[in-house]
């Protein structure tokens, strides 16, 4: 399956961005997805994550209360609502299918980067 980020920019502090992550070549309906970013110098580092059905949510601390992850499966695509932003949420984020479950950046598949920059 390839999975293609899309809806990164540029924006104020404050302001909201929204994330769309379309699979192509399979089906992610069956499977969790996750969201994931790299700030420039640091590691990948987990964000979010939904189960199949998108009736469980996780977040890592910063995310949370801020971003919402979200999936419509009869289009195949996963999202993530970002709200609040600040300039430490600019990073390159990655959506992943099958992510190893709690903290970790692991996932069976990944797609491409989407840059996300925010200023102050």
């Known amino acids: 399956v390839q999975l293609q980020a899309s809806g990164g920019g540029l924006v104020q502090a404050g302001g909201s961005l929204r994330l769309s992550c379309a699979a192509s070549g399979g089906t992610i309906s069956s499977v969790a997805m996750g969201w994931f970013r790299q700030a420039p110098g640091k590691e990948r580092e987990f964000v979010a994550r939904?189960?199949?059905?998108?009736?469980?949510?996780y977040y890592a601390a910063s995310a949370r209360g801020r971003f919402t992850i979200s999936r419509d499966n009869a289009k195949n695509t996963v999202y993530l609502q970002m709200n609040s932003l600040k300039p430490e949420d600019t990073a390159v984020y990655y959506c992943?299918?099958?992510?190893?479950?709690?903290?970790?950046?692991?996932?069976?598949?990944w797609g491409q980067g989407t840059q996300v920059t925010v200023s102050s």
């Open positions: 992943a299918a099958n992510p190893a479950v709690g903290l970790t950046a692991q996932a069976d598949y």
């Open positions: 939904i189960n199949w059905i998108g009736s469980s949510t």
